[in-house]
């Protein structure tokens, strides 16, 4: 019998209990052990709920209990969970967690402690849900480099990006919807704003590369400047506009890691991804490009990838699971501004062809893009292989000289 | 040091050499130990290889050899594969391999024989090549009923349908550059008939549902009858034919397995898997839709696959990976003719009005499909959720009434 402890009984706390329970016998005869969870620590009472009695306030208690060997972690946000996780891990007890913004945040260190004390900390609900991806990257490509990986990480704004797309909604209304349905919150900003899809980004680049890169050290941008008529021009590019999480490796030694909106091409399988769904394209020397796909969210899917990951913990009493990676390094991660990107610009002037000719003398070669209903004076135009400072100054310019930068958008390579 | 044996220096074989040496530094890494091959086995020489003195002829070498703990198996086919394999499990020494021929046809005795002398016997890169599958469902959806799986799990006849889609080759045209690209052997039948994506279905499903499926146990389709017209209709009803192979749980306890031609919708996540690559969905209780992507056969994704299955040997020589499934059942799989499904299908008579007549008076309901330069007398139609037994019998009555009946395809679910 493994005795467990749970911190959390949110929607991924409640969840963990349901998989565990509704799927007693699999996972016993899976993980050669019957598990039982003995405590969950939550400030609220739940008296209706049939195993009210394992509730408890008092941390200390579950601390202090010795028969405890695995502890999940499904709090969310930093403190108190950080704390609490790592007196786990002091206290020889295993940990399991589905707390993006802790292993972003404090994963060099946990991990570190982990390995000091022979324990397990695992994550794999933390990126993609219940899309196995922590342990296929750390596993089944442990004999590729991994090149690149690029993906759509945040169910959320993929969601409003889909209704943009599909139903002409602008942000807000697509945003409204979202609220509505319950897949995005009052306060939008952690999904809306890239901080979400950069905790995960940053999460599987420190597995890939073994160096932890911390979120801010990422350019990150969100979906909130993106407009129907950016859609519109993407269409006519050929693709659609997905806000991505992408990390590659550079000839240099260091690595480019980004979020943000980008042009995406039909014949991508990113795509193709989805209203609430995730998509994680890692693209390996030996196995070429692999890809994820699943619900990245939601009680069961996250639940079912943290449960997962306690019959790992209680196979793995005697043997570490091999995670690991190094703290961050100085010069690890390539400034944005040094970067290299191919981009779509829009913007505006008093008719369209000064525009053009402004925008051709100051970039050199561009390409036209044509959108339906392009208002005279409104351009569309991509740029190849660009440095981002050079860009910018660019950009610059084009304002000086009397046109108006609406928007400027990546193009994918992938 | 891990010392191991691989047998057969084919295409995979010479794949893992190549993984194996040009990823010395992270696979020690990984598996905590020196993996270093020992003996390779060939009947052929190969003086120029910097390994030769590595080859041998001598099966027994192997086997006698105590300091071999791994033998990798990429012999292909099913002898001399099985006798070695068997014999490697009875002397004490753990196997990995991509040989989908031999799981299918063997997995449950062999598999049975791993436990009974603890040993390790495992197989991730016997189906879906690079893409790791065999590992996520055996771990990562260990909390998870999975109620169905479903898979283009070939990619020569993808590769074929993708062109013929494309492109509008024929059949037989497209197959010729199948095979002038490498892609398709000479004698292309397993691929073509479906007998290659049957073993890769048998496999996932005797891993899911813990139970062997036998591939003369399971209805097989290839894709030689598939004609331009067909593809026609598909995209008039919304969507691309492929070859899949499915299984599903049903509510009588038994398993509906099959391996034939579908209709995939375009909304489907499958429907854009294209050329050469492989896709496989896994319906969970708990994740929902999961999605794997990439390249299913060639050899370094397969070798790929192989080395990370030699690293989870290395890292687990006292502990046995969770792999396990009893031999069939009897009455396990539900017979094809007792199976519902929705069908597309293509007739002909002297004029349309009286092949769509004479279709709607034996099948009651039909929906008509309209493909662009329809020639008079040949009609497309659906039926909804009809019994194999009474599709066949309706479509002797079609004929019997006058009207030919050109091709039927299966409409999928997913």
Known sequence: ??????????????????????????????????IDVKYILDLRDFPELPYHEKFTKDFNKILQDESIKIVVEVLGGLEPAF???????????????????????KGAELLALAQKN???????????????????????LAANEVSEIAGILN???????????????????????AQQLGYAERNPAADVEGDDACRKICIL??????????????????????????????????????????????ENGKIQIEVCPMFVSRESQLATVDDVFNGILVRGDATGDVVFYGKGAGKLPTASAVVADIIDCVKHFKARKYLFWEDAREDYVEPYENTFEDVFVRAKAVNSDFA???????????????????????????????????????????????????NHIKISDF
């Open 118 to 140: 022979n324990l397990n900390f695992l994550f794999e609900a933390s990126v993609g849900g219940g899309i196995p991806i922590i342990r296929p990257i750390s596993q089944c």
């Open 83 to 105: 704390s609490y996780v790592k007196a786990c891990l002091e206290h020889g007890k295993s940990v399991v967690t589905s707390n993006k913004e802790l292993v972003a945040a």
């Open 356 to 406: 053009l000719e402004t925008a051709s003398r100051v970039f050199g070669e561009i390409t036209r893009l044509i959108r339906k209903e392009e208002p005279e004076g409104e351009i569309g135009f991509t740029v190849a292989n660009i440095q981002v400072s050079k860009l910018q100054k660019s950009l610059e310019s084009l304002e000086s000289a009397g046109v108006s930068v609406l």
């Open 205 to 250: 680049a420190s597995l890939s590369y073994g160096t932890h890169v911390y979120p801010k050290d990422v350019h990150t941008e969100g979906i909130s400047k993106i407009t129907l008529e950016d859609v519109s021009y993407a269409e006519a590019w050929g693709g659609v506009i997905k806000l991505i999480g992408q990390v590659k490796t550079l």
């Open 1 to 34: 019998m493994a005795e467990i402890a749970v911190l959390g009984h949110g929607v991924v706390g409640s969840g963990v209990l349901e998989v565990l329970y509704s799927h007693r016998d699999s996972i016993t005869k899976r993980a050669k052990e019957e």
């Open 155 to 177: 169910g959320t704004t993929n969601f409003i990006l889909t209704k943009m797309i599909r139903e002409r909604m602008d942000f807000s209304e697509a945003l409204k919807m």
